[in-house]
């Protein structure tokens, strides 16, 4: 089936350094790259996301970047504070056709003051 | 950032028992979705619905879940036999189009 990988699985930062995780997926097809945000024992929250005719999008200290022909995708947060502590996950909708979302296995994210 | 409702928010269940969980999607929001997380963070879909029709669902879903999305009622996923394997968390996405899906708190499930 589809896959999406996502690196690293654990990720520290220092306050106010920029943290970046990368994520692929499979299918040319997939069109929509959504971001969450999971703080333990919450939901998933949508954080940012990216429509396969744009490369960059940028919201209130989050950068998604999207390379179609590298099948990858990318969040950067700049200027990180502990508040950003969080499992961050990636996904991409399924081939054309279906809705449902694939993600990727989270990245831990820990901004040491 | 999102309004959908699920209840109950913990349940607990002996093996081969039935387990009933409920979504109400944000309004206006045809589409629901319905996901397992598991204690290792890995998603699996379940199954989705536009309105009351169910649009995909996978083998599992099938043979051991029963979903219905009813017109002017919640959305319901129940297993039929619980086994120790899913306990996990369920969680019920909505969404207006067809892609940008928004999470309720979830219902957390165990299984004794």
């Known amino acids: 089936g589809e896959q999406v990988e996502q690196l690293p699985s654990i990720l520290r930062v220092q306050e106010g350094s920029s943290a970046s995780i990368n994520c692929t997926y499979e299918n040319s097809a997939s069109n929509y790259f959504p971001w969450y945000k999971q703080e333990p024992g919450e939901n998933p929250k949508l954080i940012i996301d990216i429509r396969s005719n744009m490369e960059r999008k940028q919201t209130q200290g989050l950068i998604v970047l999207l390379d179609k022909k590298a099948k990858r995708f990318s969040l950067h947060i700049t200027d990180t504070q502990p508040g950003d502590s969080a499992m961050y996950f990636c996904?991409?909708?399924?081939?054309?056709?279906?809705?449902?979302?694939?993600f990727g296995s989270g990245t831990q994210l820990t901004v040491m003051p | 950032n999102s309004k959908v409702i699920q209840t109950p928010r913990y349940l607990v269940k002996g093996q081969g028992q039935k387990a009933k969980m409920r979504c109400i999607p944000e309004?206006?929001?045809?589409?629901v979705f319905w996901y397992q997380q598991n204690k290792n963070n890995e998603f699996k879909f379940l199954i989705n619905f536009q309105n009351q029709e169910v649009l995909q669902q996978i083998d599992m879903t099938e043979k051991r879940f029963s979903a219905e999305c009813p017109s002017n009622s919640p959305c319901s996923l129940e297993i039929q036999s619980s086994e120790a394997g899913d306990s996990a968390l369920y969680l019920c996405?909505?969404?207006?189009?067809?892609?940008?899906?928004?999470f309720g708190p979830g219902t957390r499930l165990l299984v004794l």
């Open positions: 309004k206006g929001h045809p589409v």
């Open positions: 996405a909505s969404s207006q189009q067809q892609d940008t899906q928004y």
């Open positions: 996904a991409a909708r399924a081939s054309s056709g279906s809705w449902q979302l694939i």
